[in-house]
């Protein structure tokens, strides 16, 4: 008798993971899908990256690495904020986890109890719904539509707010939607968390370099959040490392310090080989982060530009990560060969299995209207893709 959990029982699974496997198994069977799935730089990692990984082998980095991270990657941490952020952290402030996805995950069980709220702008990052589901916390959606630039408002914040709340989870730039929060509304979201000292921020901000409107803020620089704030980073986007699985938090010591004791029941220490992949990634060379930036900037244009030539579909022009999320609405209702397309799920599906492009449903973004294409990927592709949506969507009638 299958007796799983009713907490894991009420996960919905990861659908950019569920597509980019959908996608992987078509190419298996020798159908040239184009996957814009999943998000994740198609850059190899730098060289004096992967030299330093190889490195770390030969050296016999093989031992269990210190629970919280290396001395010398805890360091890099530090000097990486001081640098980009001027944000000052001790040592003792960072965790190193397991990937971006598991700092937040750590930062969440060590946040929320069960009943706790945590205010999530939709569109989400769809891991963030499900991660508090699993503390059994109670997500609040807050919707920030195609109309507002996918940003919240500080009056929508504070309408969000209650007694129970507990923390408000950031992401910016963001994914799906590919906004950016400048200073001044980040300032004035923080002057509604000021009523409320209790609120935590979790700052996921995961796609920093990619930013194609200038500098990156962080509500962590305002000094009356910083010790109310928790940065989520890591290395995966910036420096094309995802299969490393390293990302790291920042915040207050007493919260590091939980995310210790219980990553030490969990998992211990991330990889040491990757870890010192990362040490390699921070302190070295940083042109590689501009120079991706740039390639991202250039595919942003063509898709952008090419999504527009689509009739009744809109998009917003991302200021910063990887992905666009047109509202293609305007086709539900629509059919193929007597299949009517409802939902993004209906079309996401029609659009791998007629036209082989894979994207991800708006619905697992909390945001039904639209779809989610990652540009991460080589110009050739995206402009086939482009042309292929294009003729699936023109299809339906
Ligand atoms: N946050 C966001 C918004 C993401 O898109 C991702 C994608 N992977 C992550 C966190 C997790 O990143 P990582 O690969 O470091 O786990
Ligand atoms: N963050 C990426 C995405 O949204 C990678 C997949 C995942 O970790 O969920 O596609």
Redesign the pocket.
Known sequence: MESISKRVNSLSPSATVAMNQKSRDLQAKGINVINLSV?EPDFFTPDHIKDAAKKAIDDNFSFYPPVPGFPDLLKAVTEKFKRENNLEYTTQQIIVSS????S?VNAIICLVDPGDEVIIPAPY?VSYLEQVKLCEGTPVVIEAKHEANFKITPKQLEEAITPKTKALLL?SPS?PSGSVYSRAELRALADVLAKHPRIMVIS?E??EHINFIGGHETIAQFADMKERTVVIN?V?KAYAM?GY?I?YMAGPAWLAKACDKLQGQMTTGATTIAQKAAVAALTGDQSCVSEMSKAFKRRKELVVKMVREIPDVQVYDPDGAFYVFPKVNAYYGKSFNGTVINTSNDLCLYLLEHAHIAMVPGEAFGDPDCVRISFATADEKLVEAMKRMKDALIALK
């Open positions: 998000g990937g971006a996805k598991h937040l990052w992401c994914n996921d995961i796609y890591g995966s995802t699985r990302g």
